[in-house]
């Protein structure tokens, strides 16, 4: 049988049978030993058991894998925002757009909450985005506008559902799947942010085909990649390297001479700031590799762990008995000459 991993738990999977039907199933020891590791989305081939359990037999190739969230053979990324109740903000918006595009999925923005602006407002956020790049769908989960279209690019695909706490992505499911009873967070008045409702990465299965991912929120996404490689998730930069190149091939953009990215584009100086925070990153994972290096950690009777500087081999290492005893043997040799001279 085949079918589809829709939720993780523990040590057990909870698989989507081609047949329409669920059933949980476990990871033999034989997959562990070969390192073949099971995640949400992966495409299984199942060995039924007793007692109405399976027992995951193969893994098949996967189409793309992601590591935040830990989701395999995903096709797109749904980015969710609210316009309004939270204010929609831009920084934060080019902060999540940088780290999804990353992911080399495709990209769908989805901006909630439309029915508190108007439509000028509508218009003005539309053209802005345009110029970024990005042609958003604009929709209400109060309302129902906009919902079919997002309905449309959804069909039969795996989405990743992702975006900041509070901005309507649990109550977006509930639309979408209505027989879902998802638990939906609270705004805090004072902060206008939501709390965490999703804990763990699993698939919900759409009534029209495919499935979406309700994924953990986060904040504030990492940059965990290199410095070089940001201006490739800006697509208004990056349209401005297709028609030109710039005159050194390791450009960042930022103090070469004949820049042809630097300039007048709006989130130019959100890119200067990302900069810096990609080329801390990165040079605080590499302190942390020098440090580890230098440093071993032990465990003590009471099961506490602590750390202790590395000793350098040649500099501390106890000299063997055989090396002690030949230079014994070798000084005692050379004094009997010594001897026999005189």
């Keep these: 049988m085949k079918g589809t991993v829709i939720a993780v738990q523990a040590n057990f999977y909870q698989v989507r049978l081609d047949s329409q039907e669920t059933l949980l199933c476990t990871r033999p020891t034989r997959l562990k030993k070969i390192g073949q590791s099971v995640l949400v989305g992966d495409r299984v081939i199942i060995k039924s058991s007793e007692f109405e359990r399976g027992a995951i037999d193969s893994v098949l190739p996967r189409e793309t894998e992601l590591k935040r969230p830990p989701i395999?053979?995903?096709?797109q990324i749904l980015l969710v925002f609210a316009l309004e109740e939270p204010t929609l903000d831009t920084v934060q918006l080019s902060r999540f757009l940088v780290k999804a595009e990353s992911t080399n999925l495709r990209l769908v923005l989805g901006l909630n909450k439309v029915d508190l602006?108007?439509?000028?407002?509508k218009e003005t956020w539309h053209q802005r985005l345009l110029k970024w790049g990005y042609d958003p769908y604009f929709f209400s989960v109060n309302t129902g506008e906009g919902i079919e279209s997002l309905q449309q690019i959804l069909e039969n695909k795996i989405t990743i559902l992702a975006g900041p706490s509070g901005v309507g992505k649990s109550s977006l499911t509930s639309v979408l799947i209505p027989e879902l009873d998802i638990r939906i967070g609270e705004i805090s008045g004072k902060l206008q942010k939501g709390r965490h409702?999703?804990?763990?990465?699993?698939?919900?299965?759409?009534?029209?085909?495919?499935?979406?991912?309700d994924s953990p929120g986060f904040n504030q996404p990492n940059f965990d990649f290199l410095p070089e490689s940001l201006i490739n998730y800006f697509p208004e930069a990056r349209q401005r390297l297709i028609?030109?190149?710039?005159?050194?091939?390791?450009?960042?953009?930022?103090?070469?001479?004949?820049?042809?990215?630097?300039g007048n584009w709006e989130r130019y100086l959100y890119y200067l700031k990302f900069l810096e925070e990609?080329?801390?990153?990165?040079?605080?994972?590499?302190?942390?590799?020098d440090q580890e290096s230098t440093i071993k950690t032990k465990f003590k009777?009471?099961?506490?762990?602590?750390?202790?500087?590395?000793?350098?081999?040649?500099?501390?290492?106890?000299?063997?008995?055989?090396?002690?005893?030949?230079?014994?043997?070798?000084?005692?040799?050379?004094?009997?000459?010594?001897?026999?001279?005189?």
């Design 243 to 262: 028609n030109n190149s710039c005159r050194f091939h390791n450009c960042i953009h930022k103090d070469e001479p004949d820049c042809v990215v630097k």
């Design 72 to 75: 395999a053979n995903a096709q």
């Design 278 to 289: 990609t080329i801390e990153h990165n040079q605080k994972i590499a302190h942390s590799k």
């Design 117 to 121: 602006i108007t439509r000028q407002d």
């Design 301 to 342: 009777a009471d099961g506490k762990k602590y750390s202790e500087p590395k000793l350098e081999t040649k500099k501390y290492r106890r000299v063997s008995r055989k090396v002690v005893n030949q230079k014994l043997e070798n000084l005692s040799i050379n004094s009997s000459d010594d001897d026999t001279e005189d």
């Design 197 to 213: 409702t999703t804990r763990h990465v699993e698939l919900f299965e759409l009534l029209e085909g495919g499935f979406i991912a």
